[in-house]
Nanobody
């Protein structure tokens, strides 16, 4: 499985961005596709995930109500719509795949390359 993320950039606080992650390789109904982020000097943290088959979503508390994860089955692509961005959302965002995702704990089997999101105040 290969994951290709794009869509990062520089935005002002309060604005929006949409990240995309194109998946090549096998994706199963049990698979989870997710997003993580890593800010400078901090550990990588979970942001959101979606179960490929059911579409069930899971979010970190700090993005609930602002970020939305979705998928396009035909394009085998997962999206992260980020609204009302804050300076503290500045980070490198990574997409990830978990081939057997329970819907809660995300155990990454594959990582994509990161895409940088910078939010100015």
């Amino acid at each position: 499985v290969q994951l290709q993320a794009c869509g990062g950039g520089l935005v002002q606080a309060g604005n929006s961005l949409r990240l995309s992650c194109a998946v090549s390789g096998r994706v199963f109904s049990t698979s989870g596709l997710g997003w993580f982020r890593q800010a400078p000097g901090k550990e990588r943290e979970f942001v959101a995930a979606i179960k490929w088959g059911s579409g069930t979503t899971n979010y970190a508390d700090f993005v609930k109500g602002r970020f939305t994860i979705s998928r396009d089955n035909a394009k085998i692509t997962v999206y992260l719509q980020m609204n009302n961005l804050k300076p503290e959302d500045t980070a490198v965002y990574y997409c990830a795949a978990d081939q057997i995702y329970s819907g809660s704990y995300f155990s990454t089997n594959y990582w994509g390359q990161g895409t940088l999101v910078t939010v100015s105040s």
